[in-house]
């Protein structure tokens, strides 16, 4: 495929990614849907644009927040130094993110300047400005390597966990997409990521279940993204009630829920063998070493608390 036809082609799946990440899948977007044979065969039959619409509202209104300040910043708050440096790359592109609401550090809006960049390398190749082609290489390389590939193992193992066809498919085709498009633009040798150091919480005196919850719940510290529905399921999993409403408050409750019930160390077995299904996943995929051995110091972490717990019921 000659440098045009490749640069015209990621951006026009780019495109249609970040459609189907902001706006879900809609009959609009269905007929181009069906050209692609991955995420075809994922499509809900009949198709029903209200199911759809609520579908993905529950996915990324309700579980799995995509925006990469929630999976880097370790304060697990949207915003921050995250967005500004995101909005600082678009500024330099010159690229204007649709107005949807969502904030700019949106997986959506990320796949949106990847495919305004590749699109704008398409026209140089076109024009024959090979130098301008290779500048905005360069550009796409950069935010990959500094905005994308960071916090893309994360929500693929998120979006993954929650056991929705289509978006399985989608997150799926995503990282193979970027991966590919990263190998193609070279000097991956210099490709690397490191998370900040997580805190000793068992060496805190003053360590209680707000700030094992607080651990747990922040991708960066904990290498796991913990939804709604993953904390339902924890919760029936040891017929526990998890309460309602926002994750931490949700995560708290269990833990409550599980020491009233003498379940804690049972919680901590159960959350242990999360931690090691969120390693084995970030073991499958490339660029994924920094979240991988972060799942396994957590691993250790839910491993020694309960260690802890058990020795002092003795």
């Known amino acids: ?20 990440y902001l706006n879900g899948l809609t009959g ?6 069906q050209a692609v044979p991955e995420l075809a065969a994922a499509l809900p039959n009949p198709f029903n644009p209200d199911q759809a619409a609520a579908d993905h509202q529950h996915l990324f209104g309700f579980n799995v927040f995509p925006y990469a300040s929630l999976f880097l910043d370790p ?25 949807t609401g969502e904030s700019a550090d949106h997986v959506g809006h ?22 301008a082609a290779a500048q905005w290489q360069t550009r796409q390389r950069r935010f990959l390597d500094h905005h994308l590939l960071p ?44 998370l900040p150091p997580a805190p000793n919480l068992l060496d805190e005196p003053a360590t209680g279940l707000k700030e094992i919850a607080a651990y747990l719940l922040s991708p960066p510290t904990s290498g796991l993204y913990l939804g709604r529905d993953d904390l339902g399921r924890l919760a ?24 009233s019930h003498d379940r804690l160390a ?21 660029l994924a070493g920094a979240w991988q051995a972060r799942a396994a110091q957590t691993h250790q972490f839910l491993a020694d608390l309960q260690g802890q717990i058990l020795s002092k019921s003795l």
Do not use: C
Request: proline share 6%; net charge negative.
């Open 236 to 259: 029936r999993h040891l017929d526990l009630p998890a309460g309602f409403g926002d994750r931490r408050p949700m995560l708290l409750a269990l833990f409550h829920s599980a020491a």
């Open 266 to 286: 049972a919680l901590l077995q159960a959350l242990q063998t999360l931690a090691t299904e969120w390693e084995r996943a970030y073991k499958e995929m490339e």
């Open 75 to 99: 304060t697990g708050l949207l915003g921050g130094p995250v967005v500004e440096a995101v909005q600082e790359a678009y500024r330099a592109a010159s690229f204007a993110a649709p107005a």
């Open 1 to 20: 495929m000659e440098s045009n036809q490749l640069a015209l082609a990621h951006s026009r799946t780019y495109t249609l990614f970040s459609g189907l």
């Open 28 to 33: 609009e977007l269905l007929p181009i849907i």
């Open 151 to 194: 916090w893309l193992p994360p929500l693929v193992v998120a979006i993954r966990q929650q056991g929705h066809p289509f978006y399985t498919a989608l997150v799926t085709l995503t990282l193979e997409l970027v991966h590919a498009h990263r190998a193609g633009l070279g000097e991956t040798a210099a490709l690397t990521f490191s």
């Open 110 to 131: 990320e796949l949106g300047l990847l495919a305004f960049l590749a699109a704008a390398e398409a026209r140089a190749w076109e024009e024959d400005r090979p130098a």
